[in-house]
Each structure stands twice: as structure tokens, then as C-alpha cells.
């Protein structure tokens, strides 16, 4: 479930900034608390998938370790992309919470 | 911290199962290389051996990583196929519309020995050239309706579909462009040498040219996902 869902968890890591890809999979796990502890090399697909749809743009520099590191940022065509996965999402999960709703055991007194 | 050499012979392997493309597997190999070097930095309590170890279990299994960048570009390239076979096409029929414009600019006309052969040869020419643009259309327009894939199996039925479309308005391509070559030839022997042949023979050979160019392409495109499917099976 958590895949299908991971351009949109990677864009909205990238909205604090640019990063490279393990600044984004840091930012992930930050944010969800530890609750999305994906096999860190999944997100280099999701971001060349990004790149690809014009949705992320990508450069290479030189990190202070010496190494060539390519970073991430957002394009300006992305709002929309995030807004329509963001909508889709929230769909998504009202319908979980609808279907859910009131199956919660009570607990015996 | 002291390297052991693993993380490199990760990176070269991950990078040896996108051998397909050469620049995506040397951008992949520098990424996921400085990506497992930051990781086993963050790992610094264990030894080296250890950390490496650690940041190379954490990023995956390189068969599936390569299988999903695998997919990512060969749709990429694919899209751009689809794209390339519509200009060919559109580029072929501006150099036929130019050389039958001269042809009605200078008025000339076809022996009459010859119009009988004519008239069967165009018959094939704009039927091949017909189906060249509705099968090109609808290659292109079933490459690029489907979303990026994320799995590279799922994309090999895709693949298939694609490459069927794009080499059957190929090879209606070529036909069309052989019944020109032959239309071109009826209509310029018999008649003596000028400048005026320039026109019909410089648009023959950008027709040509364009198939010449379509047909690279598609083969291009044809053995890069054939070396990709093979590289990814072991």
C-alpha cells in the first residue's frame, strides 16, 4: 500500500527543499516517526519516475565528503501533481475511516 | 572510515543490470554509491566492515531497484519512439507533398507508357502510407496513456504491444517510401537530365533519410529492452 503511495510521500519530503536521495529518505522517516521504513534504495526509482513526469529536476554537485551527489527540487508543475495525489489520498482514507468506523472493540468494563 | 570494497561492488552490480543504458547505469552507480558511503558514515559505531554491511541491507535488494529504474527508462525511451515514428511520418509526407507541388508547379507529366504502373504503385504507396500513420498513431497513443511503470514484469506485455505497433508503421513506412523511390523513378527516366530533378531527388532522399532514421531508432529502442529483459532475468 505504502508503494503506491510513494511519489507522493517523496514529494512532499522534497517540499521543504532541494536533498539527494538519502536526505529524502531521512526526511521520510523523520516525519512519519519511523512508521515508513522503506528499503532506502525504493526511492531512487520513485525519483527517476519524478524526474521523468518533469515533476522533480535534478543536478549534480560536489558534497563536502568530496563525492559527486546529485540533488533533487521540486518543478513548478508539481502543485498540481501533489494536489491531485493529495485528493486521492485523502479520498483513500475517508473510505478506510468510513468502512471502519465503529468496528473498534470496546473494552470490557 | 576505511572502505572494504563492498559497497562498491554493490553499486557495480546494480549498475551491471542497467548495462542496457549506459548513462543511467553510471549516474545510478555514482548516486547509489554516495548514497551507501553516507549511510555507513551514519552507521560509524561498528566497524567498517559491519556499517557497509548494514547500509547495504537497508537499501535493498539490487535486482528489484534495477528491475524498477530498468522499467522507468525503457518507458522513457519508449514515449520518445512513439513521438519519433508521428514527426517521421509527418516529415515523409511533407516531402512527398513538396515533389508532387513541383511536379503540378512544372507540370510534368508521366509518360503514358508508364501510367498504368503508376497508377498500381501509388494504389500501394498511400495504402502502405495510410496505415503507416494509423498504426503510428495508435503506438503512440498506447505508449503514452500508460502510467510509468513501477515493476518491470508488468511492463514487458507493454513492451511487446509497443514494439508490434511501432515496427508494423515501420515497415509500412518503408513501403510507402519504396512506392515514392519507384514513382520518382517512372516519372524522371526518359527525360533528359536538369536542374529541375533536384526538387524530386533531394525530397526522395530526406524521405530516405527519415526511414533510414525511423528504422535506427526502432531497432535502438527493440535491443535495449531485449538487453534489459535478459540482464534482469539472472
Redesign the interface.
Known amino acids: 500500500m505504502l508503494?503506491g503511495h510513494l511519489d507522493m510521500i517523496v514529494l512532499a519530503a522534497l517540499a521543504a527543499g532541494p536533498a539527494?536521495?538519502?536526505a529524502v529518505i531521512e526526511a521520510i522517516r523523520r516525519k512519519s516517526g519511523r512508521a515508513f521504513d522503506l528499503?532506502?534504495?525504493?526511492i531512487?526509482?520513485a525519483l527517476?519516475?519524478l524526474e521523468?513526469?518533469r515533476l522533480l529536476a535534478s543536478r549534480w554537485v560536489n558534497?563536502e565528503?568530496g563525492?559527486?551527489?546529485?540533488i533533487y527540487t521540486l518543478t513548478r508543475s508539481r502543485h498540481r501533481a501533489l494536489a491531485e495525489r493529495h485528493a486521492v489520498w485523502e479520498q483513500f482514507s475517508d473510505a478506510i475511516g468510513a468502512l471502519l468506523e465503529g468496528t473498534r472493540c470496546k473494552k470490557p468494563a | 572510515m576505511q572502505e572494504t570494497g563492498m559497497i562498491s561492488a554493490y553499486a557495480e552490480l546494480l549498475a551491471a543490470k542497467l548495462g542496457f543504458d549506459r548513462s543511467l547505469s553510471q549516474r545510478v552507480r555514482e548516486e547509489v554509491e554516495d548514497h551507501l558511503r553516507e549511510a555507513a558514515e551514519a552507521n560509524a559505531g561498528c566497524d567498517a566492515r559491519e556499517a557497509e554491511r548494514r547500509a547495504i541491507v537497508e537499501f535493498g535488494d539490487a535486482h528489484a531497484i534495477a528491475a524498477e529504474l530498468a522499467a522507468a527508462s525503457l518507458a522513457q525511451e519508449t514515449r520518445k519512439a512513439g513521438l519519433a515514428v508521428i514527426l517521421i511520418i509527418v516529415g515523409v509526407f511533407m516531402a512527398m507533398k513538396a515533389r508532387i507541388a513541383w511536379y503540378a508547379a512544372t507540370q510534368w507529366a508521366l509518360n503514358d507508357d508508364v501510367k498504368e504502373i503508376s497508377a498500381i504503385v501509388g494504389s500501394i504507396d498511400v495504402y502502405a502510407f495510410w496505415v503507416a500513420v494509423i498504426v503510428g498513431i495508435a503506438g503512440w497513443a498506447y505508449i503514452s496513456s500508460r502510467p510509468i511503470p513501477t515493476a518491470f514484469d508488468p511492463f514487458r506485455q507493454q513492451l511487446r504491444r509497443f514494439r508490434l505497433l511501432s515496427l508494423a508503421a515501420t515497415a509500412a513506412l518503408v513501403i510507402s517510401v519504396i512506392g515514392d523511390g519507384v514513382l520518382t523513378a517512372l516519372r524522371l527516366l526518359g527525360t533528359d537530365f536538369s536542374a529541375g530533378f533536384l526538387i524530386p531527388l533531394f525530397s526522395m532522399a530526406l524521405e530516405i533519410g527519415c526511414a533510414g532514421f525511423l528504422i535506427s531508432h526502432i531497432r535502438g529502442v527493440v535491443l535495449r529492452a531485449a538487453c534489459a529483459g535478459a540482464q534482469l532475468k539472472t
Do not use: L
Not at chain 1, 528499503?39 to 525504493?42: C, F, H, K, M
Open positions: 508503494k539527494h536521495g538519502y528499503p532506502e534504495g525504493t531512487y526509482p527517476h519516475r521523468q513526469a558534497a565528503s563525492r559527486k551527489r546529485r
